[in-house]
């Protein structure tokens, strides 16, 4: 038997549309992402089970773990065994913290194990990014690659290869994630995009991205929060959330150092230095941001990313 922890994650990290995502955990040591059992049955079942699991389709056939299963056995070119798959589903559908990601990661990296690793991380990581594209219509990295790996990551292709490298995190930084309790879809966030930016905004998002990663590889804390700033999405979802502009000018006089949009949203983040203030933040978002079902979570960067689950212990894949 197998068992495989997948993170949530927050893509985008405001200043890296869809080429940085960062994976955390919650400093309580609660559940956030999505584990994925595999052992050996009488014939092929796959079960979804957990708080999330009604939210998922009715008809189990278009469950991305059961995708996930096809295109690993086409791709190792092996029919499909006599397994039971169990989904643990944790993470709310259309958070922003990576719902997909992490039953695909989970469900993924069980297989592989579970089969003797025939595909290496780099394989692995180019199927995750195709079965992003079956959940949201477009092939993206920035949740899969950080819940898999872990850390921060940024995301490389190069010659239809995929390759992720660590971004340097700052240890002090405590990201507060709200969850409102709704659902956002990635199609319907993405849909109030421009098509086009004009020059000076494409100008301004590459001096955000480019200083806070030197900031980041020099570990000067104040130069990238203040380049840490998203202005490709940002302005046009904000209007999808609740009071954003209200909450993030709150958020400040607390004395949360940044506020973004986790992903597509509604989740959002607060980063600070304080576990005072991420207390105060928490409680400020508890009662002005989350409805029914929301909650709010102090996390740090989770370094391991996706792990296999022995005898109640996490070891790193």
Same mark, same amino acid.
């Given at each position: 038997m197998i068992k495989i922890y997948a993170p949530?994650?927050?893509?985008?990290?405001?200043?890296?549309?869809?080429?940085?995502?960062?994976?955390?955990?919650?400093?309580?040591?609660?559940?956030?992402g999505d584990y994925v059992t595999i052992k050996n049955y009488k014939k092929f079942k796959f079960v979804c089970i957990g708080k999330f699991s009604t939210e998922l389709n009715k008809n189990l056939k278009k469950n991305v773990v059961l995708q996930a299963c096809k295109n690993f056995f086409k791709k190792i070119k092996k029919k499909i065994p006599k397994i039971k798959i169990i989904l643990e589903?944790?993470?709310?559908?259309?958070?922003?913290?990576?719902?997909?990601?992490?039953?695909?990661?989970?469900?993924?990296?069980?297989?592989?194990?579970?089969?003797?690793?025939?595909l290496n991380k780099e394989e692995m990581l180019k199927m995750m990014g195709n079965l992003e594209k079956y959940v949201s219509k477009e092939i993206h990295y920035d949740n899969v690659a950080p819940s898999y790996l872990g850390g921060i990551r940024i995301i490389i292709k190069k010659n239809r290869i995929i390759k992720c490298q660590k971004i340097p995190h700052f240890k002090n930084w405590l990201w507060v994630i709200a969850w409102p309790g709704t659902n956002l879809s990635t199609q319907v966030s993405r849909s109030?995009?421009?098509?086009?930016?004009?020059?000076?905004? +494409?100008?301004?998002?590459?001096?955000?991205?480019?200083?806070?990663?030197?900031?980041?590889?020099?570990?000067?804390?104040?130069?990238?929060i203040k380049y840490m700033k998203d202005v490709i999405a940002e302005p046009y979802r904000k209007? $999808? $959330?609740?009071?954003?502009?209200?909450?993030?000018?709150?958020?400040?006089?607390?004395?949360?150092?940044?506020?973004?949009?986790?992903?597509?949203?509604?989740?959002?983040?607060?980063? +600070?230095?304080?576990?005072?203030?991420?207390?105060?933040?928490?409680?400020?978002?508890k009662k002005n941001f989350i409805k029914k079902n929301g909650?709010?979570?102090? +996390?740090?960067?989770?370094?391991?990313?996706?792990?296999q689950i022995e005898k109640n212990n996490y070891e790193t894949i």
């Open positions: 949530a994650s927050i893509g985008n990290i405001g200043v890296g549309f869809d080429i940085l995502g960062a994976s955390i955990i919650p400093i309580d040591n609660s559940i956030l589903k944790n993470m709310p559908i259309g958070s922003g913290l990576g719902s997909s990601s992490s039953s695909i990661v989970a469900s993924l990296s069980a297989l592989n194990i579970f089969f003797k690793n025939p109030v995009l421009p098509n086009y930016y004009a020059r000076k905004i +494409c100008i301004k998002h590459s001096l955000n991205i480019a200083t806070f990663i030197h900031a980041s590889h020099t570990n000067q804390e104040k130069l990238a209007k $999808l $959330l609740y009071k954003f502009d209200e909450i993030k000018k709150k958020i400040k006089k607390i004395g949360g150092i940044n506020l973004g949009i986790s992903g597509s949203g509604p989740t959002i983040f607060s980063i +600070c230095t304080k576990i005072k203030i991420a207390y105060k933040i928490k409680k400020y978002l909650f709010v979570k102090i +996390c740090k960067i989770n370094s391991k990313g996706a792990q």
